[in-house]
């Protein structure tokens, strides 16, 4: 498990107090081992400008880093390099501890945001792993930096001509020249963006990779302001503050991200991009760079957690006898703690309680040996009062028909469907399209006429399912992947329409195609599925026993009727889970510590088992987190519901 040092980060990032003209600078803080962060904070007086400006500094002499940049794509790509994701993809993708955006691109699609896994060329020099992912073959893209497999930097000012850069592990370029051996040769133009730059210390030890958020100041309508964004002037002048005297600029504007691994290598973005901020999610990007790091070193070992829906314990160990506290909260800021127990132990364990189910919660162990305090933390998410039960897989088989059905039904449980084709498997195609090295849902059964046209404007499919237990409180989950258009029904009950008007028949076109405003547009990728729960009313049709899921699937007209058809749908319950909780013992200085994850029990002794009758509840009595008690007498414990 990582250590917490995204906490540190995120509460230098809290701040956004409104003082007139200032600069804060935080100190290098540990984010992992040879892995510090710096975060400046420039506060404009009236219209003066506001700066957010992010940087991080890499020990490349530490012998646990190690460097990736975007790989290449060897499935079919050509002509172009690579394929396109944002950097938390990026670093969650790889594993990495750190990731910044990379190298300027271009593809097809153009340079701004494509869909997921678009194929992009890299624009100049980019090595990974050893293999040239793209040649230098662009002047206006030639400042790069070269590292051997060892780490050691080469920076190289102008690559063109091409260098000789056989042998190097790893390789990334940018455009604009910013630092020239402590030389500030930035242009100081009225030009002032979301920044990302790369940089090395005069002795090569360490790399700087340093993001300036923008275009999120008062010329931008956001007020108060978050962060204008610099020239290349100023880009320079920051990476030289920070400690480089070699650097270049890299890509920039809404691609600029800086994420860092969470505890459980979740991405947690460091920057406030600007592409977030307008769009809500990162842009989608040709390259990326990263970091390989080991946790950073901490006196607290063998942080756990194991959490409950409405409770949570966690647990760690010190090499020294120390006190034991908890901080805790829905944000990486925290704002609730346990109360201290001074009592000076090894093993420590904390029980949180009245916590919300299927919540995501921040947390950070603290431990003082009276000498040091020790520091780590994580995050965990509560228990769902619900368990997701599978009824029917995306390649399950269905029967299907082509004939119109108009007046029949054909959608109850007791219609008559032995003349229909089928079973088959699912997923149901009329397509032969593959885009952008997006791989659509499995394609197992080629419905009729085939590849031929025309082909028939309604398809129909039916399956029956088995449900066991009680229906109360139970909704259904549909992950769907339909081309064009359909109506979903459950024991001859309408549950959904999906791009189909209302009472549909066999010549109903449907009103639109799937992942509408992407470049899959009318295709059914993997990248947009058609999801959606029914609970409530509509669940009522659910009976135990066999149930028949209908589906009609509509084409899109578009003048004629479409030419392909595409359907598959994966069914999940969603039933209330059973909270047992686990009964844990630890002992330790003659102590003995019971606790347990979950609410509604309380605890009960026994200091004889021969009669059922011997058991009592611990006074108190005691019915959350965890109960401390002597070894001395001898007491059997349980818990009651």
Known sequence: MKKLSFMLAGALLAANAALAATTNIGPWTPLFKGVDISYARVFGAGNERTEAINCLRIDLTDPDISLLTTPKCTNNCAPY?????????????????????????????????????????????????????????????????????????VFVPQNWPPVDANGYYTAITGNILLLNNGVNVGTNQNDFDPRTAIGISEDNRFLYLMTADGRQGLS?????????????????????????????????????????????????????????????????????????????????????????????????????????????GLTSSLGSSTPLNTRPVRTHIVTLSGL????????????????????????FTTTG????????????????????????????????????????????????????GITFAPRNTLLPPGFVVPIFRTYYFRTPFTFTGSTAGVSLTFSNYIDDGAVFYLNGVELNRIRVGA???????????????????????????????????????????????AVEVHNLSGGVTSQDIFFGS??????????????????????????????????????NLSSPTNWSDVPGPVTQGSYTASNNPTFFYRLRN
């Open 81 to 153: 390099e690579v394929l396109a994701e944002n950097t938390s993809h990026f670093l969650e993708q790889y594993g990495l501890q750190v990731a910044v955006n990379g190298s300027f691109y271009s593809s097809s699609l153009g340079p701004n945001d494509v869909p997921l896994g678009t194929s992009e060329q890299v624009l100049g020099f980019a090595v990974s792993k050893g293999v040239v992912v793209s040649p230098a073959d662009d002047s206006t893209h030639a400042v790069s930096m070269f590292f051997t497999s060892n780490n050691v930097p």
């Open 385 to 436: 009062t619900t368990t997701r039960i599978p009824l029917l897989s995306m390649t399950s088989p269905w029967k299907y028909t082509t004939n119109n059905l108009d007046g029949l039904n054909w959608k109850s449980l007791a219609d008559d469907d032995s003349t229909w084709m089928g079973p088959s498997n699912a997923c149901f195609h009329i397509e032969n399209t593959v885009s952008g």
């Open 220 to 328: 931008w309508g956001v007020n108060p302001p978050w962060s204008d964004g610099l020239n290349f002037y100023e880009t320079a002048d920051w990476l030289a503050r920070f400690g480089a005297y070699n650097a270049f600029n890299i890509d920039g504007g809404g691609s600029t991200t800086m994420s860092m691994a969470d505890c459980r290598g979740a991405s947690l973005r460091l920057n406030r991009s600007s592409f977030v901020y307008q769009y809500g999610r990162e842009r989608n990007i040709g390259h990326n760079f990263g970091v390989y790091a080991k946790p950073a070193i901490t006196g607290i070992r063998n942080l756990n957690v194991l959490p409950g829906t409405t409770t949570a314990i966690v647990t760690w160990d010190t090499d020294l006898p120390a006190d034991t506290q908890l901080e805790y």
């Open 356 to 379: 919300f189910s299927g919540t995501n919660y921040y947390f950070r162990a603290r431990s003082s040996d009276g000498v040091a305090l020790n520091l780590s933390g994580c995050s």
């Open 570 to 607: 994966a069914l999940f319950a969603n039933v209330a889970a059973a909270a047992v909780p686990r009964l844990l013992v630890h002992s330790e200085n003659g102590l003995t510590t019971i606790f347990w994850n979950g609410p509604g029990f309380t605890l009960q002794r026994s200091s």
């Open 503 to 549: 009472s549909p028949t066999y010549a109903t076109f449907a009103t639109g195609g799937p992942c509408a405003a992407t470049a899959y547009a009318n295709d059914a990728a993997v990248i947009c599925p058609d999801m959606f729960n029914i609970s409530g009313n509509l669940i009522t049709n659910l009976i135990q026993g066999t149930n028949m899921l």
